[in-house]
């Protein structure tokens, strides 16, 4: 379980996280979306101690994470920047962790296993590929059986197999009972494993929520329907949490608070024809794009910008 | 794939018992960091060449001493004034700088390679990581070091003996300065991992390092022939020479009263470190 109060961090002028709340709870995948620069990796360091809150508090199972008397075993943490000295082979890299814990050589071995490392484990780290480099990464975070384990950007780098593969193990890790958090920029990415979604942009929270609630939120599940007498037709169908919005002119009505099918059963019985009748789901990307367009920090112009 | 939008209770029974033995302790980062340190390979070429430079300067010395006595040819009044204890003790500088090297590496290395987020998530109390670097890496260059200072002694003792710079382990003093070289190798080691750790880059760390150890002492000949004697005793270098010089005179400290100013600038590099270490995000 991670929770974070107030969490605040300013790299002088520059607030890269801005006075964020949120609990990862155990049990489940808890993505962290948003686009890059929102504050992410950031936050993902002031759980582990490597920057201070600059106000705030984040604590990991109750405690700050140097508070604890075994940190591995609370938190595994996958860091986006390589962590690993290029001139020590993976088996060194994992032992020189184990030491500091106690941990066993035989777990070590376990996992140059879990993580498929086996054939390159006595090899200079240096020379692995980004690929493998993650799967390193990822065996040291599981070194310690951490209750806690939090992945920063894991699938970058890596080939279907092991995005699938990773996709898998986030959510094995969370049946066991382990709070999972992984941090992601790719909503589709998460969506696929993720139960719970912490959406942030400019170092805020933008929601705290699921899947559906957020597609929901963002204005999903539209029905538009054009018929000949969209006047009409809006008459029939207002209602308390209905909302009804159409152009004059225009024979088609876009719906949202009631489906397909209760709009079609309606206008049927009001003698009503319609000529449409579609169910405009909008996209998780959409759904994201919409949250975070105001907190993107780097916009894409496609028009060069003029001089003010 | 089916998307789960139930949130569990907060009250998941636990994931299994906490592992009582698995703990952080003084010794445990020790070994970790003994370990973390023979597992590079630049740890054994550093320190190889390092004992090179202490024995085979020392013979080189000493056969180039043996050969101008034996032909009788005048020499350089410094020169002619050698025994084979300061033969012998010809490449501590060398060996320094190699030693000094290598500590700077142990700690600025792991921050230009990003190993260090892995060390201080696995030691977030962060201050043991730097006291078993220290000790782990000055007591290696100890041992190494006094290694080299007595094979290269009992060389050169032997290539000069017979001649008027001929000395053995028996001699007065011959056995402290051995140790004293000794000590003070460990000790500029230990300076080059706490200025590692304050400068956090590796090229920064060694330039202070040589600057410190080989170019201060030269620039003090900018200062009022008064200042000099004054102070240039109390630099790192001069004070750690004269833990192992045999003679010492007005300019020089004893070797305890350079051993603890040597120790004051070890424990002043230290304390820069600790007050970083503790302070900056990593």
């Known amino acids: ?308 | 794939m089916s998307i789960d939008t139930g949130i569990r209770p907060a009250t998941v029974a636990p994931l299994r018992p906490v592992d009582p033995r698995l703990k952080v302790t003084g010794p445990r980062v020790l070994r970790s960091e003994w370990a973390k340190l023979w597992s590079l390979r630049s740890t054994w070429i550093t320190l190889g060449l390092g004992l090179l430079f202490l024995i085979a300067f020392g013979v080189i010395g000493a056969l180039r001493y043996k050969s101008m006595t034996g032909a009788g040819r005048t020499m350089d009044p410094d020169f002619a004034d050698s025994t084979a204890l300061s033969l012998a003790q010809f490449g501590v500088p060398f060996a320094m700088i190699a030693f000094g090297v290598l500590g700077v590496l142990t700690t600025a290395g792991e921050y230009s390679t990003g190993m260090i987020r892995s060390t201080l998530a696995a030691v977030p109390r962060r201050l043991p990581v730097l006291w078993s670097k220290a000790t782990v890496y000055g007591l290696i260059v100890y041992v190494v070091g006094l290694l080299g200072a007595v094979v290269a002694f009992a060389i050169t003792s032997a290539v000069v003996s017979g001649t008027k710079a001929a000395m053995s382990f028996t001699d007065d003093g011959v056995l402290r300065s051995l140790a004293g070289s000794a000590v003070y190798l460990s000790l500029a080691g230990i300076i080059g991992v706490a200025l590692g750790a304050v400068l956090r880059s590796t090229a920064g760390g060694i330039s202070t390092m040589v600057g410190t150890f080989l170019l201060l002492p030269g620039l003090m000949s900018l200062l009022p022939s008064s200042w000099q004697t004054h102070i240039t005793r109390y630099l790192p270098s001069n004070a750690g020479e004269s833990i192992f010089a045999l003679h010492h005179d007005a300019g020089t400290l004893s070797p305890g009263a350079g051993l603890l100013v040597l120790l004051g600038w070890t424990l002043l590099a230290l304390g820069g470190a600790a007050y970083r270490l503790r302070r900056s995000d990593a």
């Open chain 1, 1 to 308: 379980m991670i929770e974070a109060r107030q969490l605040t961090k300013q790299y002088g002028e520059k607030t890269a996280v801005d006075g964020v709340d949120f609990t990862v709870r155990p049990g489940a995948v808890t993505g962290f979306l948003g686009p890059n620069g929102a504050g992410k990796s950031t936050t993902m360091r002031m759980v582990i101690g490597l920057d201070a809150p600059t106000a705030g508090t984040v604590t990991v199972n109750g405690r700050q994470y140097e508070r604890h008397s075994a940190p591995l075993h609370e938190v595994g943490a996958l860091l986006e920047a390589r962590s690993i000295h290029p001139g020590r082979s993976a088996f060194d890299h994992l032992m020189g962790l184990a030491y500091t814990h106690g941990i066993s050589r035989a777990r070590v071995d376990e996992m140059i296993e879990l993580t498929g490392l086996q054939s390159v484990a006595r090899k200079r780290a240096g020379g692995f590929s980004l690929g493998m480099g993650q799967r390193l990464g990822i065996a040291a975070a599981l070194l310690g059986d951490p209750a806690t384990v939090m992945l920063d950007e894991p699938v970058n780098g890596l080939d279907p197999e092991g995005v699938l593969w990773i996709r898998n193990l986030l959510t094995s890790l969370a049946a066991e009972g382990r709070t999972v958090f992984v941090s992601s920029h790719l909503m589709a990415e998460m969506a696929l494993v993720a139960d719970h979604l912490i959406v942030v942009g400019r170092g805020r929270v933008l929601a705290d929520t699921t899947v559906q609630a957020l597609v929901r939120e963002v204005g999903g599940d539209t029905v538009l329907v054009s018929s000949a007498d969209p006047g009409r037709l809006r008459q029939v169908l207002a209602g308390p949490d209905i909302e009804i919005t159409g152009r004059p002119g225009s024979e088609q009505l876009s719906v949202t608070g009631r489906t397909a099918r209760e709009i079609g059963l309606t206008a049927a019985e009001h003698g009503i024809a319609l000529f449409e009748l579609t169910t405009k789901a909008i996209s998780l990307e959409e759904a994201f794009m919409e949250l975070t367009k105001d907190a993107v920090e780097y916009h894409a112009t496609s028009t060069p910008a003029r001089a003010a």
